[in-house]
């Protein structure tokens, strides 16, 4: 099968620069995971940035299906290159196209991206999630009866971007002042909750495959997992156990 690993990485091939870049890259390492693992799969595999050129690029090395033949496949560990729904272009693309994809579709990248929906959806359907405020300006207060401390973040972001935990009213307001000069997108307060972290991988659909928890370990660190722990920047021992 053709399998084409589409990533962001450097590619600014775009018509105009609109909205909030992409801060998230892929490492280099990682795709050269991804292909050599795919190519000893018995696949002829490409790796290609997903930019303006992404359909003329897919359509050169991708089959044309006819009646039984087997199409190809993107591997798609893409974050988008711009805008507030960014992580849905490429799946939105390839859904356009008519190539099959691994990972999220547009729906699903788009709600959870924004953190308010996404805690919607979990109390409608009875999972608890922490009390929490959505401040459009950095000066906007804060409702009554939501304790310190308190966990902020962007409200559009992933991999922990801006994150930080607050004890008081002035770092709030100093952490939201940051979020928004930074990321221009309101903030979301929500109520700290000590425990563990625990990260379960979802395989496949309907219904999909668990794999088995992972606790991580922080030691004697605040047990808040930072866009510096995930990128190996923070200088913290972070394990799996």
């Known amino acids: 099968m053709r399998v084409a690993v589409v990533y962001n990485r450097d590619s600014r091939n775009v018509i105009n620069l609109f909205g909030m870049p992409n801060q998230e890259k892929i ?6 995971r991804l292909t050599d693992a795919l190519r000893a799969g018995g696949h002829q595999v490409t790796a290609m940035e997903a930019d303006k050129e992404l359909i003329a690029k897919l359509e050169s090395f991708m089959p044309r299906v006819v009646a039984g033949e087997r199409p190809g496949m993107v591997f798609n560990v893409s974050y988008g290159l711009q805008g507030q729904a960014r992580y849905t272009h490429v799946p939105s693309i390839l859904e356009m196209v008519g190539i099959p994809y691994v990972a999220s579709g547009p729906l699903g990248h788009s709600l959870a991206l924004d953190k308010v929906v996404t805690k919607m959806i979990l109390r409608q359907n009875g999972i608890p999630t922490p009390e929490f405020a959505v401040l459009e ?53 929500e109520q700290y909750v000590e425990g563990r972290e625990i990260n379960v991988g979802l395989l496949g659909n309907g219904p999909p495959e668990a794999f088995p928890p992972v606790l991580l370990s922080f030691g004697e660190c605040t047990e808040i997992y930072t866009y510096e722990d995930k990128t190996g920047r923070s200088g913290r021992q972070i394990q799996p156990v």
């Open 27 to 32: 490492g280099l390492k990682t795709i050269e």
């Open 137 to 189: 300006t950095p000066e906007m207060p804060i409702p009554d009866g939501l304790p310190y401390p308190m966990v902020v973040k962007p409200k559009n972001e992933a991999v922990s971007f801006g994150l930080a935990v607050v004890a008081d009213e002035d770092e709030l307001r100093a952490s939201a002042k940051v979020i928004f000069d930074r990321f221009s997108q309101p903030v979301l307060a």
